[in-house]
């Protein structure tokens, strides 16, 4: 069965202090993963898509990178408005339906 | 700023109205879909729109009823409707992909729907 694992859950750090999301996946045939931000009470935004093993990309603080079993979202020296839900979703081969992680919430303090 | 427009923002309803949530891009996608999200949950599918026929139905309840009058809007038609399904509703398009490279999603900012 096509599953995501996101962790941690939640994720405390002060300002400046780096870290790394984790996504575990298990899927047949990836076309996909993929990496959105979501404020509270507001849609996700699009952040990545990775296709294949060994693949990173990079947008201001935030860096994605892909193995054949999970995806890491590192966050360099973060500032309090990177503070947000960070959600994973997978797209098998095959589909256009997306399976979601239950995201991880993260809070940068000053 | 997003690309997908969804209106209204905000949207309580009681339990005999009816009433819809309507969603534009212009992207030149030809797939729109429509999200359910509950509180500290991950967005749930309802229902795919591809080259504006419905091509995914995931066992929705008849009392959603979405319309897609052609390839840049997207409208979902609420008509009694329980307080559980207070949520917040989400409108996503992405370039029409059956096969190959994954198919990035993008959404609007969201519906808030309270039904009392």
């Known amino acids: 069965e096509d599953q995501v694992t996101q962790s941690p859950e939640a994720l405390r750090l002060q300002e400046g202090e780096s870290s790394s999301l984790n996504c575990s996946y298990t899927?047949?045939?990836?076309?996909?993963l993929f990496w959105y931000r979501q404020d509270p009470g507001k849609g996700p935004e699009f952040l990545f898509t990775?296709?294949?093993a060994g693949e990173e990309k990079e947008k201001e603080r935030l860096k994605a990178t892909l193995t054949k079993k999970e995806s890491f979202l590192h966050i360099t020296a973060p500032k309090p408005e990177d503070s947000a839900t960070y959600l994973c979703?997978?797209?098998?081969?095959?589909?256009?339906?997306?399976?979601f992680g239950t995201g991880t919430r993260l809070k940068v303090l000053a | 700023d997003t690309e997908v427009t969804q209106t209204p923002k905000h949207l309580v309803m009681g339990m005999t109205n009816k009433k819809s949530l309507k969603c534009e891009q212009h992207?030149?996608?030809?797939?729109m879909y429509w999200y359910k999200q509950k509180a500290k949950k991950p967005p749930e599918l309802m229902f795919v729109?591809?080259?504006?026929?419905?091509?995914i139905n995931e066992s929705v309840p008849s009392r959603f009823s979405p319309e897609c009058p052609n390839s840049s809007l997207l409208n979902l038609h609420l008509h009694a409707l329980q307080p559980e399904d207070s949520a917040l509703y989400l409108c996503?398009?992405?370039?029409?992909?059956?096969?190959?490279?994954?198919?990035?999603?993008?959404f609007g900012e969201g519906s808030w729907l309270t039904v009392v």
């Open positions: 996503a398009s992405s370039p029409f992909s059956d096969r190959g490279s994954g198919n990035t999603i993008y």
């Open positions: 899927v047949s045939g990836l076309r996909g």
């Open positions: 990775l296709y294949s």
């Open positions: 979703a997978v797209q098998a081969a095959g589909t256009y339906k997306y399976i």
């Open positions: 992207m030149g996608h030809r797939a």
């Open positions: 729109y591809s080259y504006e026929k419905l091509s």
